[in-house]
């Protein structure tokens, strides 16, 4: 998708969105001034697509949100990932409930040696799911590039 800018009486293009970023960024463009996309008639204020503009989570909060947090979703949330965050936010309680149930029963307890396991295998599954995150995910979720 391309972008038509209007510069005053001037009128430039077309540009891609990342080109539209970047002048957002230096300032050359606010959000007075028009775009239309290619193939359309219509002229928008750009301060309707800001949010487009705007830069995206910055990629070394995420990471150190990830590597010092990431068990309670932390990083996901600040990628606007809710659903994710709070997927890993119930896995840390599920756990944390899980290493509860084995602190609390009796040495040699059959279901103490269950919990631990379950703890085990919770806990090995968030911390590769939060390694995965942090290595993979470069967008936010409003599609916006980590910078």
């Not at 359309?40 to 309707?48: C, F, I, Y």
Request: aromatic letters at 14%; hydrophobic letters at 45%; charged letters at 20%.
């Amino acid at each position: 998708m391309n972008y038509w800018l209007s510069f005053g009486e001037e009128v430039k293009g077309p540009f891609s969105l990342h080109q539209v970023r970047k002048f957002w960024e230096r300032g050359d463009v606010t959000g007075d001034n028009q775009f239309c996309l290619e193939g359309e008639n219509s002229w928008t204020p750009l301060s309707e697509i800001s949010h487009l503009l705007e830069p995206g989570p910055r990629r070394w909060v995420y990471i150190l949100l990830g590597l010092f947090l990431g068990w309670l979703g932390v990083h996901n949330f600040y990628a606007g990932r809710f659903f994710f965050g709070v997927l890993q936010l119930g896995l840390c309680a599920i756990l944390w409930l899980r290493l509860q149930d084995a602190h609390a029963a009796y040495p040699g307890d059959y279901s103490a040696e269950t919990a631990r396991l379950g703890g085990i295998i919770l806990g090995f599954t968030l911390i590769s799911w939060v390694i995965a995150d942090i290595g993979l995910v470069s967008k936010a979720a409003d599609g916006r590039k980590m910078s």
